[in-house]
């Protein structure tokens, strides 16, 4: 089966970076899209990024674009979140998902598979 499993978060300040990882099984990761999504204390899970498979193409909420960088390394099955001037509001549970195809069509009801979870903390 597919496994997701997620790497890399902590406690930081604001300002500072976190590098997020995902490392993938169960399926060729070369041929999905895949995508990072959060969720905040009390609000829903909300999409963050994703990019296609070859990692040519990128999508970001605009609430990170400029901060955050979505890229996958398809030899180590694994695709990162590279996130800068973290702000407190950045403060979440950080998910990995995958998708069910190729291409992000911007619909994230086409991710089939997540991982765990890794939680990211903000101090201002």
């Known amino acids: 089966q597919v496994q997701l499993v997620e790497s890399g978060g902590g406690l930081v300040q604001a300002g500072d970076s976190l590098r997020l990882a995902c490392t993938a099984s169960?399926?060729?990761?070369?041929?999905?899209?895949m995508g990072w999504f959060r969720q905040a204390p009390g609000k829903d899970r909300e999409f963050v990024a994703a990019?296609?498979?070859?990692?040519?193409?990128?999508y970001y909420d605009d609430s990170v674009k400029g901060r955050f960088t979505i890229s996958r390394d398809n030899a180590k099955d694994t695709v990162y979140l590279q996130m800068n001037s973290l702000k407190p509001e950045d403060t979440a549970v950080y998910y990995c998902?995958?998708?069910?195809?190729?291409?992000?069509?911007?619909?994230?009801?086409?991710?089939?598979?997540w991982g765990q979870g890794t939680q990211v903390t903000v101090s201002s």
């Open positions: 998902a995958g998708h069910r195809s190729p291409y992000y069509s911007g619909s994230n009801d086409e991710f089939d598979y």
């Open positions: 169960g399926r060729t990761f070369s041929n999905y899209a």
């Open positions: 990019l296609d498979w070859s990692g040519r193409t990128t």
